[in-house]
């Protein structure tokens, strides 16, 4: 138990506030519905125009043109990698993790969007394929492919264990956006941000809601596709903890490393589809 025994008695009516019916927070009508005939059209005869190996323990830049697909494939063993997602042409506009949780779940498979931030709020990516969909959730509550973890850092572990560690992902997603942008470190940290957790088997636990991870069900082969919706840097960390069931942030787990392939469709095959355009809002805050 991390939680402090309540200090305060329940009131008479206690049973009654717990009884409330939840409801979906974000329910409205203006989610972009699935064309999944659609993006099964576009992918049939898609051609591999570029691909990265990201060596375990490190991560590596890709640029992804709108209108593409890139896939995130596992080779050699059980790997979990961590993705951050760009605007290519305006780094300010990034992958917003917490936003993409709120507007579809702890864990995202095919259908649902990795969203930007604001003031864009629009869908950037889109997954279209994912050969771990089978695992759902499990007894414990857990699912593959979290919204809900950040990323392996430095900080967080020289404070919980009291060493400096450098393959962390975060330092790997540092380095990789680095060497991509062609600026310094400390430019590049600033925009790195929360994660896809690709491939990570995570939970919380039902007594005391810790978050949780287990050995990550993927296997050699398993992958999960992402449809570019605006022009796209990629990057992408094969974290220290290999398949995180047991350890991260040191080299004691065995790892892997992960595959990024990129795929143009078939020409023609997106003729009527238009790149969303960033959110509306006036941006007037009522001022
Ligand atoms: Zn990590």
């Not at 008695?9 to 519905?33: E, F, H, I, N, Q």
């Not at 951050?84 to 300010?92: E, I, P, R």
């Not at 604001?118 to 759902?136: C, E, F």
């Not at 392939?261 to 003729?271: K, N, S, T, V, W």
Request: glycine share 8%; proline share 7%.
């Amino acid at each position: 138990m991390t939680r402090r025994p309540a200090e305060n008695a329940p009131p008479s009516d206690a049973d009654a506030r717990r009884a409330r019916k939840g409801v979906v927070v974000y329910a409205g009508r203006g989610l972009p519905t699935y064309d999944s005939a659609f993006f099964a059209r576009a992918r049939e005869g898609m051609t591999k125009i570029a691909e990265a190996l990201v060596p375990p323990r490190d991560a590596r830049a890709f640029d992804v043109p709108s209108g593409h697909f890139f896939r995130i494939v596992s080779v050699e063993g059980p790997q979990v990698g961590d993705l951050n997602l760009w605007n290519a042409h305006d780094l300010s506009e990034r992958f917003f993790s917490g936003k993409t949780r709120a507007l579809h779940a702890t864990h995202v498979s095919v259908g649902d969007s990795l969203w930007s931030t604001l003031p864009s709020l629009r869908p950037i990516a889109t997954i279209v394929a994912d050969t771990l969909d089978w695992y759902g959730f499990d007894a414990d509550g857990a699912g593959v492919h979290d919204v809900i973890g950040t990323r392996c850092d430095p900080y967080t572990n020289l404070l919980l264990n009291g060493f400096e560690y450098h393959h962390c992902c975060h330092s790997n997603l540092t380095r990789a956006l680095s060497r991509r942008m062609n600026i310094p470190l400390h430019a590049a940290e600033p925009h790195v941000h929360d994660v896809l957790n690709v491939f990570m088997c995570t939970g919380f636990t039902r007594d005391t809601h810790q978050y949780f991870m287990k050995a990550s069900p993927v296997r050699p082969g398993d992958y999960i596709e992402f449809f570019a919706q605006i022009d796209l840097i990629g990057t992408l960390s094969a974290c220290p903890g290999g398949d995180c069931g047991d350890t991260h942030s040191s080299d004691a787990a065995q790892v892997h490393p992960l595959l990024v392939e990129i795929y143009r469709p078939r020409q023609g095959a997106l003729e009527a589809w238009r790149s969303p355009e960033p959110n509306a809002y006036s941006r007037g805050h009522g001022a």
